[in-house]
């Protein structure tokens, strides 16, 4: 088993295990005609297994789906935080007002902009824009994680937009939708069960283990706690294509309608971003967590949004979302580790520098 983990962790092989997560679910989807069912969202799923009334029917169980595919994402790389990193991250100014301008003052403009030249059917553009609104409060760590970026510095991000968007999300909505009626604790809600709970679990592991074995004992389990991620990612993406498979195969127009201009969106800001860090002579790691905090959206919030205060047809055009999101964000994660010498002359994996004449110019 260990052996398997570790070779999950093989970043050559994880387009190919991608690709066939994405067929796994999609034909799971088809078989079970799982778009069929009224899904729980997970949070309630979650609830009523502590109150003791969770009835294991097929929806209730496929809503468990995704967040333990994020726990299984998030642990590892929470396995990682040391405390006092986090603290330095807390002082880096410079980077945490770039992923503000760009989060609440360019981002939400552009899918907006993009909503308006790909998008015709009123609906599916009230979905993507409401997808751009707010900023991703879990899976860009592990992004960050797997381009080997500064994951304290994401997990401060993080934090601090997970509050940020309670305060600012229905002032856009309102700016860029119009009134628009939701409850602001499932933010808070997401965030314990998304960010909370593994950060938690990481921080323990690692100071109990750490403890006893020090931390050639971390080194130890790093390889395989990688493994468990990539493995997390896998069964999260066979997940959500399954919970729209038969739809994908029913209606790729609206796949097809949705994924330009979220493709471009997602690029864009990132390759943006980038430039931007690297021009301000932020290192690599702080580069790369600066740009995926800036990208990333947070699909729970809006599909949890969509569903409680739009029509069945925003609700889609949300959850169709991630299905794009993830494996562009992959691709980001496989550009930003091959341009790591290109443009910081260094090598992603942390191996020996790469002089790269004008790299920094």
């Known amino acids: 088993m260990k052996a398997v983990l570790i070779r999950l962790e093989d970043f050559r092989l994880l387009p190919i295990f991608v690709v066939v997560s ?7 989807g088809n078989a079970l005609h799982i778009s069929d069912f009224a899904l729980t969202p997970p949070i309630d799923a979650l609830k009523s297994i502590a109150g003791g009334t969770f009835e294991p029917n097929v929806p209730n169980i496929l809503s468990l789906g995704v967040p333990i595919g994020l726990f299984l994402m998030m642990y590892p790389a929470m396995t990682n935080v040391r405390l006092t990193e986090v603290g330095q991250a807390f002082r880096s100014p410079r980077q945490l007002g770039v992923v503000l301008f760009f989060n609440y003052l360019i981002a939400p403009f552009v899918m907006l902009g993009l909503a308006n030249v790909f998008v015709s059917d009123p609906e599916l553009h009230t979905g993507l824009v409401l997808y751009g ?19 304290p510095m994401a997990l401060v991000f993080v934090a601090l937009n997970s509050v940020a968007q309670m305060i600012l999300i229905p002032v856009f909505a ?3 939708i119009g009134n628009v009626d939701f409850d602001v604790w499932v933010v808070a809600e997401s965030v314990v069960l998304y960010l909370g709970l593994p950060l938690v679990l990481g921080v323990a592991t690692r100071m109990i283990v750490v403890r006893r074995h020090g931390e050639a ?16 990612l896998l069964f999260t993406l066979i997940v959500m294509f399954a919970l729209k498979g038969d739809l994908i195969l029913r209606r790729p127009a609206i796949v097809l309608e949705m994924a330009i201009p979220m493709t471009l969106f997602f690029i864009t800001m990132f390759f943006v971003v980038l430039l931007v860090g690297w021009r301000l002579r932020f290192s690599y790691r702080d580069a790369v967590a600066v740009a995926f905090n800036a990208t990333g959206r947070d699909f729970e919030i809006a599909i949890a949004i969509a569903i409680t205060a739009f029509s069945p047809t925003v609700a889609l055009a949300t959850v169709v979302g991630p299905l794009i999101e993830v494996p562009v964000m992959l691709f980001l994660v496989w550009a930003a580790m091959r341009l790591a010498p290109v443009l910081f002359g260094v090598r992603a994996d942390g191996g020996p520098p790469v002089v790269v004449e004008g790299a920094r110019a």
């Open 217 to 232: 004992g971390m080194d130890t389990l790093k390889p395989m706690l990688n493994g468990v991620s990539i493995l997390g």
């Open 133 to 151: 609104l707010a900023p991703c409060i879990a899976m860009v760590i592990i992004f960050t994680f797997l381009a080997k970026g500064n994951t």
């Open 22 to 28: 994405m067929v796994i679910g999609i034909a799971i």
């Open 174 to 176: 309102r700016l860029l």
